[in-house]
């Protein structure tokens, strides 16, 4: 590898020689550069990095040894020699004390030893390097590792400590230098009491290495004592000759310490310090063999966190985990002592639930349960809420063992959530069915996404002043190629579980915008679409983006999109919602309020956030039909709406009395069976061409 080379001189018949005495190194071995001053020196230095300098300290910008020393503090690793004039010896001299590597008098710059004596000072300076590295290296790797390490002289006196053997001893190196090992490192018997003698003598006498038999106890310089272990060696020189010793030693009360910490740690969750499944499996068998002594009973409770998920995506993991610790107090607050909560992991916990008599007393510790984990958690100064879907099943109608029990309670749990969430279910022989084809959709979404077996489906939104349609809502469906069309509520909860439903709904997104320009072009005046947005779509880090570039790609107008999002994801964590909805809202994209009245329903948030749409929840809608409650919410909602200048849609109108209510209550739009079915693309482009709206049939064929 060519060395690179800086001259720096203001004697351009210096340079001239130097450079046509280097210029006939072999094999090219130097690139070379000439500057004129210190100031251009120094910018190369710090641009481009040189092996060796050659000065002349006499430049237009600096002169004598304050030219040499500023060379030096810019590049002290760097070789410089000093160039200079037969009568100016005694200042080269004075910057060699300084730390220039020689210096090279005017009369020898052509000289043909000049190349080989630069080569021999650049590859010097590499091997003192190369040798400062490797004593750096062996210092910090001996400081840096936890056994103790002392070297001695062949007096048997320490030369060397690393930090470990000066915590250990209680000596310091500086303290401990000079005195002999023996002083240093006090050994006795740990059962005798009696004095050990130290192995570094052994070493040095016979010239090989030694143990220290356990239980060796070493007396600290403060009188404390620490069990240890340790082994010695000799050291030798390049000849083989033995020039001392060195013993490496650690602290076993540490590692026994140490043994008993990995072994809870195998056994506990490292987070909340609950039980793991290895221990409560354990459990589980003891409890077993237990109740068929003693005529007792167990329950198994599986608990997964309702959107526990959203909470670490919205608020970051460190909250996540401060909120698991407070539901594992809050679970431990809930069973007894004899009772085992222990965690599996994520947001998973299982319970095993010891009971005298009938398995209604697990229901009661489920409800106890979902109560306490409903209130409020104090995280980060914050009151974060969550809820949890609990499966439970019982030894030994549900299993014989831990993992039988665990399978199904797991299963019902999952049967929990496909109930709503925040309860819980008991395990039935039938779930096992379903969890069966919950995995064979979880195992088929992936690739039906890659092979486009996703549809959507659009149903119309209605005038319900004039009958004409104002809009659609796109809904998904599956042409799986062997279950047929499946509707959402088979495969979407289990989407979300699996993080799938984030490229799905960018799908369903870009489908229905391409589809209503689609429309458009074809001058069918199809109003606006509205898509419903899960919570994990809302929280994910790049929704807002996805949805400008959705727009973007297929050509839509904002202000034809309609994003519909349900109060509770919004109110999650409603400053970070309020934040995501105004950048879509500057976007021009209307923003809706899906199955409003079923979470919070708070007005303070409708003022707050850029809603521009109400969606009464269908479940409402029905209850217009209950005389007793002759659709009290749903009047309550138009006419919060009405005042807030909100468009209110009204969702699941089937029969006539509904439609009439909502008409007399002024409610603007709505959609339902009573209109349409959601329908392909190509009958819902009929019923845009038709010219009778207000007389949409109910139940329109489905493509």
Known sequence: MNNRVLIISACQEDVTVLKHALGKAEDDAFIFKCVGSLSQAVSDIQSHGVDAILVDMHLPDSDGIETFDKLFELAPQTPIIVLCASDDEALAAEAVQHGAQSYLAKGFFGNYFVPQLLRNIIQRKAVEEAAFFEKARAEITLNSISDAVIGTDMAGNVDYLNIAAERLTGWPRTDAQGHAITEIMQLVDGATRHEKPNPVIHVLKFDTPTILTPGTILIQRDGGEVEIEDSAAPIHDSKGKIKGAVIVFHDTTAEHLIAKKMEHLAQHDFLTNLPNRLLLNDRISQAIAYVKRHRKHLGVLFLDLDNFKHINDSLGHEAGDQLLKSIAHSLCSCVRNSDTVSRQGGDEFVILVMYDNHASDLALTSDKILQAISAPHIVAKQQLYVTTSIGISVYPEDGIDADSLIRNADTAMYHAKEKGRNNYQFFKNEMNVRAVERQVINASLRQALELEEFLVHYQPKVNLKNGKITGSEALIRWMHPERGLL??????????????????????????????????????????????????????????ESVRNILAETGLDPKCLQLEITETVLMRDAAASNDILKVIKDMGVQLAVDDFGTGYSSLSYLTQFPIDVLKIDQSFVKEIKDHEHEGIIVSAVIAMGNSLKLKVIAEGIEEEEQLAFLRNKNCEEGQGYIFSRPVCAEQFASLLASDTHDSLISNAPVC
């Open 487 to 544: 509707m959402p509520d088979r495969f979407i909860n289990i989407a979300e579980d699996s993080g799938l439903i984030v490229p799905i709904g960018r799908w369903i997104l870009h489908e229905a915008c391409r589809q209503l320009k689609k429309w458009q072009a074809a001058d069918l005046h199809p109003g606006s679409v509205a898509v419903n947005i899960s919570a994990v779509e809302f929280r994910h880090r790049d929704f807002v």
